[in-house]
């Protein structure tokens, strides 16, 4: 939930937690008694409740209330330095929910900022499984501010902040600390259709101070994996829908863009063309069909992502790069799509002119479809030591999943993936997955996946590497209308108990293996890895935990030829002094890349994060080692390095910096194999918890551009939300002759772009 990064001198802070070993951070209560598996029955309001973060409406009185909270984190179900009362009630329409949480105000971290951005903060979280197994919840959180913060957890992926819904929050700080209110719509949750629901919840409070403390109603087990496993149950919810109604979504796009014409060189003037301004309308509708099952489609749709991806150094590798997912359509059932492969990837769906999704959940069974017309498709083509990436032209997406849950913290699923190019050629994927829980310790979990591929009959469109082979030179990269199948596996064991966490599996990828709509990157692979960790916990100490972990790994390609092995060995420690933490890690391997084996190769990684007040978090990372450099298939010794810190000087105001540095020389001649960086800013100003203003630079050493994206925001909800703002992008020019701009930067694109959108619940 929080941004994690890290950085150097851990020596120093090891020799001094075990120095301070002995200094008490809580005393204990021996009066205390933690409650495992708690159960709360509640009540219909007979009044109305009004979120403003005023406890004293009526509507509050006779709400049940969660309390005797314990602390999991660090301390293992111990009395909480504070204390924490949570009250739950509902009505017809809304589930409604509220804390107060005791403390020194003086004390309280908050901030104004944009929702999704307050988890640094002191805050809430609400947690809900309306279904009861342990496969996916939704997770409601607030800062003292009331800004929110919602993600969905499923058991495949762990947590995605991505997610949006429709809710109300409220909250204030007061004399004894402060409180909240949130009111939550049954129409933006799905649960099982039954007169009365049977729910499990959690209420968490994050406490971050010197060290982040977490807070929860149900006293949690560490000896148990399954997660929501471990929360209460709640019952006397009775005889309430989620709804039937329509949500529509119209949107209004213009822009107008401008971009240099001509280089610069003799004859090709360098002049900077403005295009005529355009714009477009798009509509998304969503419909609640039944109280499980929704269906939602768009038109013409605003795919565009309003923040754009920030720059990753790729100077040394040969694969694609993967990108997050943020367009608001794929937020519905995103969860029920992941897998442990990327089988299905989202943004290969690039340019859509429509698409519609079907997603249902009944009791342990559930079931999604997408469906969409691109208009221009992205295309990884992958190989064993690389990967190639196209720009295709129209094509028809359907993905349908499903998903079966039984026992606890059980699944088994299946997924097709199919896309079919208008120009001819397609690719289909068969899969099927799921978990099964041995043991209270012990899961096995698996993957299979079949592929089927057709290639476009188009050399022109693969003219760069129509004579690469690959699959033993039985077949081309070129598209020359070739059809094969392919193939990939994956296994598991996995042992998770209180202080202890191991993994077996195996992992293949035919050299045949292709996803259309998936990020695949690689293939012609097969790996064993085994992973172990050790987390040793310290009772009023400085030092928090140590966690200890080894990796070892062997990968060899469908030849029979050792690709690498590699071992890596690293120590993770948590102090409780600003929240720091630091991460250590030694790496050494052999492998064989480029037909050139590489023995030896080693590397040393350090890294600290810390959070010393809410006006200031930073962080760095050292990478020092000898590496390949792949481009040129020699031995470097490479350095990679960066530090970032983020600084609050008021609670309305948030500047981030990042700064990010690569080098890598021959270790035989000393000749420099590259040297760039990257530097990316982030300023916002939080006016009020709907009006927001952002600008964003960035500057790529290694392409010498630069980029400044300036914004203005007015929210009103997760969905209706008006944008205004501009890019720009510079480009260096070297060696442009008559005119003279050697080293001359340039102003090389910009454009202007407005986008009003709004949410209407019929």
């Known amino acids: 939930m929080q941004k994690v990064k890290y950085c150097l001198p851990s020596l120093i802070l090891i020799v001094a937690g075990l120095f301070f070993g002995g200094t008490a951070v809580v005393a204990a209560d021996e009066t205390y008694t933690p409650v495992y598996h708690p159960t709360l029955e509640i009540s219909k309001t007979q009044a109305p409740i009004e979120i403003d973060g005023d406890l004293n409406d009526p509507g509050w009185r006779g709400a049940a209330k969660a ?39 003086a004390t309280v971290r908050a901030s104004m900022t944009e929702r999704d951005r307050m988890f640094s903060d002191d805050n809430i979280c609400f947690l809900l499984d309306t279904y009861g197994d342990a496969t996916w919840a939704y997770e409601f959180n607030v800062n003292p501010y009331g800004i929110q913060g919602d993600l969905i957890w499923s058991a495949v992926m762990g947590e995605d902040s991505r997610y949006d819904l429709i809710w109300e929050s409220a909250a204030q700080i007061t004399d004894s600390g402060w409180q909240l209110e949130m009111a939550i719509p049954f129409s933006s949750l799905r649960f099982p259709n039954t007169d009365e629901q049977v729910w499990r919840m959690d209420f968490w409070r994050n406490h971050p101070r010197e060290v982040r403390r977490q807070y929860s109603w149900a006293a949690y087990d560490r000896d148990d994996p399954c997660w929501p496993c471990k929360w209460g149950t709640v019952t006397g919810i009775k005889n309430v829908t989620p709804g039937k109604g329509v949500e529509l979504i119209p949107s209004v796009v213009a822009y107008q863009s401008g971009s240099l014409d001509g280089n610069g060189t003799s004859g090709s003037p360098f002049d900077f063309v403005n295009d005529d301004g355009d714009g477009e309308i798009s509509l998304n509708a969503k419909y609640a069909i039944t109280s499980g099952v929704t269906a939602e489609a768009t038109y013409n749709p605003d795919f565009s992502q309003i923040e754009g991806d920030q720059s990753q150094i790729d100077v040394n590798t040969n694969f694609a790069l993967f990108y997050d997912e943020r367009r608001p359509f794929f937020q519905e059932g995103d969860d029920l799509f992941r897998t442990h492969f990327d089988a299905v990837y989202t943004r290969s769906i690039n340019d859509p002119e429509f698409a519609g999704k079907l997603i249902a959940r009944l009791n342990r069974t559930s079931v999604a479809y997408l469906v969409a017309r691109d208009n221009a498709s992205p295309m990884i083509l992958p190989f064993e030591e690389n990967s190639r990436i196209l720009l295709a032209g129209k094509s028809t997406s359907n993905i349908l999943r499903a998903l079966r849950t039984f026992g606890n913290d059980s699944r088994v699923g299946m997924l097709v993936n199919d896309r079919r190019l208008d120009g001819g050629g397609s690719g289909t994927l068969f899969s099927t997955d799921g978990q099964l829980r041995l043991a209270k310790n012990y899961a096995l979990g698996w993957q299979v996946i079949g592929t089927h591929t057709e290639e476009p009959d188009d050399t022109a469109m693969t003219a760069d590497f129509n004579d690469v082979k690959f699959d033993s030179d039985s077949l081309t990269a070129g598209f020359d209308g070739e059809t094969f199948w392919g193939h990939a596996y994956y296994v598991q064991l996995v042992r998770d108990a209180r202080n202890s966490y191991s993994r077996l599996d195996y992992t293949e990828r035919s050299p045949t293996f292709r996803s259309e709509n998936g990020y695949q990157p690689s293939n012609n692979q097969r790996r064993l890895r085994f992973t172990t960790q050790y987390v040793h916990r310290l009772e009023n100490s400085f030092l928090v935990y140590l966690n200890p972990r080894i990796e070892l790994g062997r990968e060899w390609n469908f030849n029979g030829i050792k690709k690498e092995d590699y071992l890596n060995l690293s120590l993770e420690n948590q102090f409780s002094a600003a929240q720091t933490s630091i991460h250590s890690q030694y790496s050494i391997g052999n492998e064989r890349f480029g037909g050139v084996k590489f023995d030896n190769t080693w590397n040393l990684h350090t890294c600290v994060h810390s959070t010393p007040s809410k006006y200031l978090a930073l962080g760095c990372y050292f990478n020092y080692g000898k590496q390949i450099a792949r481009r040129k298939l020699v031995f470097g010794h490479e350095t990679n390095t960066g530090f970032w810190f983020d600084v609050r000087p008021v609670d309305r105001l948030l500047m981030e910096y990042s700064y990010s540095y690569s080098t890598s020389n021959d270790i035989d001649t000393d000749e420099s194999l590259w040297e760039g960086f990257l530097y990316w800013s982030r300023i916002s100003l939080q006016m009020s918890r709907r009006l927001s203003l952002r600008v964003v630079t960035q500057y790529d050493d290694f392409y010498e551009s630069r980029d400044v994206d300036p914004m203005l925001t007015y929210r009103l909800n997760a969905f209706s939300v008006f944008y205004v703002g501009t890019t720009y992008r510079y480009d260096t020019y070297d060696g442009l002759g008559p005119h003279g701009l050697d080293n001359t930067t340039r102003l090389s694109s910009r454009q202007f772009f407005m986008k009003l959108q709004y949410l209407f619940q019929v």
Do not use: M, R
């Not at 409604?96 to 020194?104: E, Q």
């Open 67 to 105: 309390d005797n909270f314990a602390e999991h984190n660090p301390g293992d179900q111990t009395k909480p330095p504070v204390n924490t009362e949570a009250f739950i009630t509902y009505d017809d329409t809304k589930l409604y929910v509220s804390f107060i949480c005791y403390d020194d105000p």
